[in-house]
């Protein structure tokens, strides 16, 4: 039977070729690797009984071979080629500690078919009348389903788009969509059953025939709506808008001085006070806090800031502090104390404010009830906010808690908060001791298993090293089998995938978090920087955009905005952004030297520099040297710009990035012979880099002019392109070929070039101040570039 089986069978509607490694589904194909085929052609021939993971491991990988987490992460593919969930299975069913089992019995190619005939009833010989026609048609159906779906799906939109933040666009034109679509699926309907002039009868079972009518009433719905959506956006974009609310901005300038709303459905839980200042109060304080900001976070309607922003404040903050910072409407704090096996807990609910409390109680129980009082507070906290909170806030998410073993979870706590320090291959090599020693204890703590996934994600940003990314999915893989609804895990498998250029897999990754929960600020602000990288920037910035104020207090989603119009060149409009940030926090180092970078970019020095001077004062980094040497580079001040870029050296020493700029800097000042071995240095380390991400089109671009400029003219020439096509909305891909141009002899081409990258947004200010384009400066259509007031005044 296996070999049978190896030139193809169905499961249900699901076509497996083993010999090519295919799986097709009405949504597409997909391939499904060989090892986790031969998992499945052993299911296969063994349809409907319990086939042991030992059995399993035996015949796949060899006696002696392959581990439990191979196994799980080959069944997860197998699942994930057929659209199957562990949690409700429709193929392959988990037992635990037992084995699995295919639910499904397969069907060879050749005994499947799906074919119809044409009628050969004789009481079908003569027309049917137009209602009979209806009827066989399936028209009927395909009408009373579609009002009934698209009247669900406004519905829906109405509630759920004004949670998610969306534009009141996004609203009407679901509706308009919806009433577009009911024509065109009458209409399919109509033609999906026209075969040579007649209607079609299938000679099949009344079951079947009922099942297969319903399946063309699917296909004329979904296809409706698919066709609806594409002419509403055509019509919308090419024809006359719909109407739309103006978006109004909360700043009218770029400055730091700005102010942002505070939501009256918002809250921060602050680190709490460990009294006895033991380190097994502090594991169980962290933890506290940590749980009750997961469980208040999946609350409907209810804005929680993250656990990073609320920890920016001291226990038992002033409130007028917090409201500053964090932009909530209400705070909890309290203090953690244990004795014994005794362990003592108070909670305030206070108003940012006045700083009054709305709730205040002490929970003075044994130890083994942390979990108990957890929950106790959470409904407390929620029951506490009913009057001032809208009506979806009224109950707890049904989710249940996770309770698992009090032993196993202290030692998983202590892997987070190691996980939470400064960032270390070392830190990383104990988190991971820690998640395993929980593991040790309990064998399926998913949440352990998802903390490892998040450490070796972690670590393989820091060593690029790809035998972390095998741990990291084998992690992540048991974790979801565990539990699939983690949506942390998914984050963490998109940014994996993000950084290692499978940009698909990781769209898919954070579509599915964001499925579970839809205010995870870290999977929207992954997907759109993969939107960014797939060259679809409108919903780029759509996914960002639904990020801000999902977290109040959170900055992260205003720099990931600014940074994505920076990308684009909107440099002011990046500044705006930024600001935010700095706003929020006024000693964010990374907010500062982001905001200094794009008013320098802008040309606007005066408030670059001492935002620069700020942003090293705060936390000394290797980005914002970087950058302060190049504006030193721009202003003429050689000396000055080969300190900074020699002190962002002494901090990243990898970056290629400063060593390309000191070359500039370097061959600029004459030093050509130091300026060969920077660049030759900076070659080496991008070509590294794109090993591992041979699709990171910034890299390339730097790897394009390091070439250039050591005298690799064609090599360059190719790469720019190849960059520029990954990429065609960056200015600074046009602005490195016109310098590649330029420094191959060939001026028309770079003024071409430099006029892409100013009409894309590169800041003519810098093109006038870039000593490489000093020979074009007396060039009528280089001066036209850059504006004549321009060019005089730089």
Not at 54 to 68: D, Y
Not at 136 to 161: H, K, N, P, S
Not at 378 to 394: D, G, I, Y
Request: aromatic letters at 8%; charged letters at 20%.
């Amino acid at each position: 039977m296996h070999a049978d089986l190896l030139h193809g069978f169905h499961l249900g509607e699901v076509l497996i070729e083993p010999l090519k490694g295919q799986v097709t589904r009405s949504a597409g194909v997909r391939h499904l690797p060989p090892t986790a085929m031969d998992v499945l052609l052993c299911l296969a021939g063994r349809a409907g009984e319990v086939v042991s993971r030992e059995t399993l491991l035996a015949e796949v990988w060899g006696e002696g071979h392959g581990s439990s987490e191979s196994l799980s992460h080959a069944v997860s593919e197998i699942r994930h080629a057929l659209d199957d969930h562990a949690e409700n299975p429709t193929f392959i069913q988990t037992l635990p500690k037992r084995g699995y089992r295919l639910v499904v019995e397969p069907s060879f190619v050749a005994d499947h078919t799906t074919s119809t005939v044409l009628a050969l009833d004789p009481r079908l010989e003569s027309d049917p009348g137009f209602f009979d026609n209806l009827k066989q048609r399936g028209v009927i159906e395909t009408g009373l389903a579609y009002l009934i779906f698209g009247w669900l799906l406004i519905q829906v939109a109405d509630i759920v788009f004004a949670q998610l933040h969306l534009p009141s666009w996004a609203g009407t034109f679901v509706t308009v969509f919806v009433i577009a679509g009911f024509p065109i699926a009458i209409v399919l309907s109509w033609y999906l059953e026209f075969r040579d002039g007649r209607a079609v009868v299938h000679e099949v079972a009344p079951q079947d025939a009922q099942r297969q009518r319903f399946t063309r009433t699917y296909i004329s719905v979904i296809a409706a709506l698919a066709m609806a959506s594409v002419l509403v956006f055509i019509y919308d974009r090419f024809v006359t808008p719909l109407p739309t609310e103006a978006v109004v901005s909360p700043v009218a300038t770029a400055g730091i001085d700005v102010e942002l709303p505070i939501a009256e459905n918002s809250i921060a839980v602050l680190p709490f006070v460990n009294v006895d200042q033991s380190a097994e109060t502090q594991i169980f304080t962290n933890g506290f806090v940590d749980d009750i900001i997961n469980r208040l976070a999946l609350v409907p309607g209810l804005l929680v800031s993250s656990r990073g922003d609320a920890f920016t404040l001291a226990p038992n903050s002033a409130s007028a502090d917090v409201r500053k910072r964090l932009r909530v409407a209400r705070y909890l704090e309290g203090s953690v104390e244990i004795a014994g096996d005794r362990m003592r807990i108070i909670v305030q609910l206070i108003d940012s404010s006045d700083g009054f409390h709305i709730m205040s109680r002490t929970f003075d129980r044994p130890v083994e009830d942390f979990f108990d009082i957890r929950d106790e507070v959470t409904e407390l906290t929620v029951a506490s906010l009913r009057v001032t909170l809208p009506e979806a806030t009224q109950a707890l998410s049904a989710m249940p808690a996770a309770r698992p073993d009090l032993d196993a979870y202290v030692l998983y706590r202590h892997g987070v908060d190691v996980s939470r320090l400064p960032q270390s291959m070392e830190t990383i090599a104990e988190a991971i001791n820690w998640f395993d020693a929980a593991l040790g204890v309990d064998p399926d703590f998913a949440a352990a298993l998802a903390g490892k996934c998040n450490v070796y994600a972690t670590g393989y940003r820091l060593s690029d090293s790809p035998d972390y990314i095998a741990a990291a999915e084998q992690a992540c893989a048991r974790a979801l089998e565990l539990n699939p609804n983690l949506d942390v895990v998914h984050t963490a498998l998109g940014d994996l995938y993000r950084m290692t250029g499978e940009y698909e897999r990781s769209a898919t990754a954070y579509t599915r978090a964001l499925s579970i929960n839809p205010k995870s600020v870290d999977s929207l602000m992954g997907l759109g920087e993969v939107y960014r990288l797939q060259q679809h920037p409108d919903e780029a910035m759509e996914a960002l955009r639904q990020a801000i104020g999902l977290q109040p207090g959170n900055w992260s989603p205003y720099n990931a905005l600014g940074v994505f119009y920076y990308r684009q060149g909107e440099f002011l409009k990046a500044a705006e952004q930024f600001a935010y940030v700095v706003a929020l926090d006024q000693d964010n180092m990374r907010g500062q030297a982001n905001l200094a970078t794009a008013y320098m970019l802008a040309g606007d020095f005066a408030r670059a520099a001492p935002a620069f001077e700020r942003a090293i004062e705060i936390q000394p980094q290797a980005n914002t040297w970087i950058n302060l040497g190049l504006m030193y580079y721009y202003l003429g001040r050689s000396d000055d710009a080969v300190a900074a870029m020699q002190n962002a050296l002494a901090l990243a020493p990898n970056d290629h990035l400063a060593w390309s700029n000191l070359g500039d800097i370097l061959w600029q000042a004459g030093r050509f012979d130091e300026a060969n071995d920077a660049f030759a240095r900076a070659l080496e380390l991008a070509s590294a880099e794109l090993e591992i991400n041979p699709n990171n089109p910034n890299v390339i671009m730097d790897l394009a002019w390091a070439k250039a400029m050591l005298g690799e003219q064609q090599a360059a020439d190719y790469d720019i392109e190849r960059a520029i096509v990954m990429s065609p909305d960056d200015p600074y891909g046009y602005y490195i070929k016109g310098l590649i141009e330029l420094r191959g002899g060939d001026e028309d081409a770079a003024l071409d070039a430099l006029e892409g990258a100013a009409a894309k947004g590169y800041g003519v200010v810098m093109l006038a101040a870039e000593p490489h384009l000093a020979s074009l400066r007396d060039n009528p259509r280089f001066r036209a570039i850059i504006g004549e007031p321009l060019a005089r005044d730089h």
